[in-house]
């Protein structure tokens, strides 16, 4: 492609809303545009690099034996109806209703979608396992949609969802899924780790994500390094066990604590350590409501106590002052778990609070806490194992060693569901008996467009993009300096046809431009090989870089190339690594 | 790919509500699946043949110069709205909200959308000719969608939009598309005409479709042979010449025709030509009486008065009776304009009538009628040069033959906008001399999966789909006969895997089904060139075939490879007609 006819609209400054590189990279090389919050468009740089991102993604499904098919974006409501997403996705999804008033929603996610329709189709354990995949456009409405292209509205996601006979099979689909998912990341030059995770709004038992490493990435995991314990802040499981055998239980006191509105005020006041104090979260579930104690030391996780209360995040709101007078019966700051609370009031307690001996905990009344509480004798609750964050410090449970920490965005996910959408939408298969049996079901994401600001975020420095070869919208960069000199015009031509016949794929800068703005445009869209044609062009003496190294080689044209083709045969196996 | 592992769920019967070949077919045949009205998936299969025409669509938009981009399919109202067609396009447009109650559709064109992404970043002059193109899902709640995929309401499409300094260029990069539309259309083997539309709903100035013929298709169209005269019935402008000169012109009289409601009950009565009864159509525009008036033996087209009009088609309204009395001051059937026709009544009279001698026209009172009424003398009201339908009959203008019909599916469109959109969203760029110019713009669409549709009427039998090779889902079909037979299975495997390295796209059916039922599925999906492997693989003979002739012929495995190799070097000359 020759740069001046290309649609390559670059930007000299940080657009100002940006806050990530990748969010300025892929902006300011001309990658993408915003429309709106959190919908973006891909310009032919941009759009060349999802496809082969796209394709790279379809070629290891296929490989893994995984099958393509498409379904629609437009998912009726029914469907959602039955497995009672409808309302649990909430605000995130985005709703509407045709001519007819018939409701569907913009597919978030397609769990039900292709439950529905294996369920009229696979009729015979003879047809299974199957596995079916869509590389497809997902909605999800965002309450803070950021960072790009990483946090999207509108996004391209790939899809899979296996189909078995029984557990172990769904299981030997998983690990298939998740070596496929290896070879992709692998291939697409991304360090990344394989988290555990809980299922939250997929159900089932068991899942896995895959997190691009990224200082800037959303989600932090903590990880082991010397065993396999990897998972996110949000789905660590907090291991520690509360020693307090050699601390004497002292009789339950009131005492008052003037001001003392934070764990912090009341721990310094009191003089005991903040682990021993309770916090409390005030909580209106469902209408209902709940009170959840923690250490005063830790945070809450909220994505624990979703999955532990059983209900929908967005019907889950902290209550405010009025309500913890009223509904409490209680100070606003001093709630705690005594005779005061009402009877119709859940209380849910941290195991590690029940294990301590002589906590502190609100009396209710301002200004007022009791000191030496100890659960069962003074105060009572049901028991929830784990509401924790994970936190700096905290242990690895196999080796004892201190876990490390990282950010990173998330790029694929998988999921083992068992049979919880073949039963809530009555899919079913006939086993070797005839008899009828629930499909088990596994589900696969990738983030296609959001792979995207990973290999980005891992792949950058101050002055652009370095993108690796298997991804790189186009291989080569050929620049000539003078656009109007006819010799560097006619070897910068030369060069650019005889590579686009051996199959690369070439820019030309022949931009009526100063060299300045060609070699700056050339750092920032990041394209991994460059030919620079100047003044050598008279002796056939060409300039040849990476956009990695930057070092300049001066060398002939017919040389230049054959470091391109040496650089291209050894890091491109594969044939759809080029664009189509 | 071997069947047995295949997602390809075939039926026998054919779907009760599927009324013509291709719907019926490509649902036999597992390619797609409906989940709502107007709502498709595609299978395997059937998205193979769906990703072969994006390619070929994709390939020949970048061989005349166009670049890819994918916009979102969420759109934001304001920018409908500043070109007006938020109204304009009423129903068919799905609409919806985020959750901060801001409104978007899902894009069912794109006009405005590109217009608004090039008005920001192309300055100059020196960036034009730009023509950028996407293939991309787009929406449209049709009012009866039906026919399958023919008219879905989720579809993909090809749209391309050109940006141009002024008129001239932009007719060049019109002249541009629509060769690429010939070859785009050439390479999928169809059978189309190219013929002449007014802009519709997207304004400007020309038009024309491509409508690949079938009898089935809604679309008809009327052309010449014997000339370059050709368009769809509600495009097609109707020539003919009154010639009343050697009829008297008679003084208007008032004459009773009792119960003479219709045109040719009163053709009949008065003993006069239809022709030169004045058929009123009584309606209802953007809540205003408007009176419409055709000679008798026509129909009126909507298309043409709604552009006429210049109000949106859901603004147009018949009359219901108490309408015609209460602002018309007429008995209904029998309307006229007439002096009793109120002043606010807007009269529109087709020219035909105004050219004629002695017309009858309705006296607004109950079984009574004016004959001999003369326009100008009689009668008035605007002139409105062309408001009929084509119909058989109707001759070319040109050359004065016959015009003939024919249906047929409307695959591409092409459109000149001229300034249309750049002027309502104020896109400029600046000319040679630093002036603000308005763009000239084109916008041209192909209906990708549309297209499988035409592509399947064109080419099928009773028995299945017949594929050409170029979209075929695949090249090849093997068929073992007795899938429990080792020699048979192993000449099968064989074949298979030296087609599969050579880079054919075979299937084998290894199925353990009767013979009967693999024939059957294997004309049914219509894979274009097919090998037989029964008894005769003791001696590696095995039977030839294609889908088209079905004769089959008994050669050694070696000489059927090399004539599916002959078929495939001579029929696909281009890569991208390989599956990727």
């Known amino acids: ?56 993604v379809r070629e290891e499904m296929d490989n893994f034996g995984a099958q393509e098919i498409l379904m629609s974006a437009l998912q009726p409501r029914e469907i959602w109806d039955q497995s009672g997403r409808w309302d649990t996705f909430g605000p995130e999804m985005f709703k509407l209703h045709d001519r007819n008033s018939r409701e569907f929603c913009l597919g978030p996610t397609a769990e039900e979608y292709f439950t529905t329709l294996i369920k009229g189709e696979i009729k ?45 099979t769904m299981k030997e689909a998983y690990m298939n899924m998740w070596r496929s998912y290896e070879v992709i990341f692998d291939r697409l030059k991304l360090n990344y780790k394989v988290v555990a995770g809980d299922a939250g709004a997929m159900g089932g038992n068991s899942s896995h994500e895959f997190i691009a490493l990224s200082d800037v990435g959303e989600g932090v995991i903590f990880y082991s390094e010397d065993s396999d314990f990897a998972a996110t802040d949000e789905k660590a499981e907090v291991y520690y066990s509360v020693d307090d055998s050699n601390i004497t239980v002292l009789p339950m006191e009131k005492v008052t604590t003037p001001n003392c509105k934070t764990i912090e005020d009341v721990a310094n006041y009191l ?22 104690f923690i250490p005063g030391d830790r945070e809450l996780n909220m994505s624990k106590l979703v999955s532990y209360l059983g209900a929908p995040e967005h019907e889950i709101a902290m209550m405010n002052d009025e309500e913890i007078v009223n509904l409490l019966n209680s100070a606003p700051g001093f709630t705690g778990p005594t005779e005061k609370t009402p009877e119709d009031v859940r209380v849910i307690i941290d195991s590690r609070l029940t294990e301590m001996r002589n906590v502190v905990i609100g009396a209710n009344e301002e200004d007022h806490h009791y000191r030496y509480a ?39 996910n998988i999921f083992q569901l068992g049979t919880k959408y073949s039963k809530s939408l009555d899919a079913k298969y006939l086993d070797e008996n005839g008899k009828e049996k629930y499909f088990y079901m596994g589900s696969y994401g990738i983030g296609v467009t959001r792979s995207v600001t990973a290999v980005v975020e891992q792949n950058h420095d101050e002055k652009g993009i370095i993108w690796p070869l298997v991804v790189a919208p186009y291989h080569v960069i050929v620049t000539v300096i003078n656009s109007k000199n006819k010799e560097q015009i006619e070897v910068g031509n030369r060069i650019y046809e005889e590579l686009v016949l051996k199959g690369v794929e070439v820019l030309l800068d022949d931009r009526k431009e100063r060299a300045g703005v060609k070699f700056n445009d050339r750092d920032l869209i990041g394209i991994p090989l460059r030919i620079t044609v100047g003044k050598g062009a008279t002796d056939n003496i060409v300039e040849y870089s990476t956009r990695k190294e930057m070092v300049n080689k001066e060398i002939s044209s017919e040389e230049a190339i054959e470091e391109v083709m040496k650089e291209i045969s050894s890091e491109l196996k594969y044939l759809d690594t080029f664009y189509r």
């Open 271 to 292: 003089e005991v350590p903040k682990s021993h104090c309770a916090k409390a979260i005030d909580l209106i579930v469902e209408g209902k409501p709940v009170l959840v």
């Open 374 to 412: 100890n659960f069962g004798r003074d105060f009572n609750g049901e028991i929830a194992k784990d509401l924790l964050m994970i936190q700096e410090g905290d242990i690895d449970p196999n080796t004892g060693s201190v876990l490390k920490s990282a950010r990173g965005i998330e790029v694929g």
């Open 124 to 168: 015979s354990y003879k047809q299974l396992p199957l596995n079916i995949y869509q590389i497809q456009t997902k909605y999800r409405d965002e309450k803070r949609p950021r960072f790009g292209i990483n946090r999207a509205r509108e996004f391209l996601m790939k899809d899979a969802y296996s189909f078995d006979t029984d557990e172990e």
């Open 1 to 56: 492609m020759k740069m001046s006819k290309f649609y390559m609209p670059t930007l000299r400054e940080d657009p100002a809303d940006a806050e990530i590189a990748s969010h300025k990279l892929l902006l300011r090389s001309g990658m993408i545009r915003k429309s709106a919050a959190g919908i973006y468009s891909y310009l032919p740089l941009g759009y060349r690099v999802v496809r082969k991102i796209e394709n790279i």
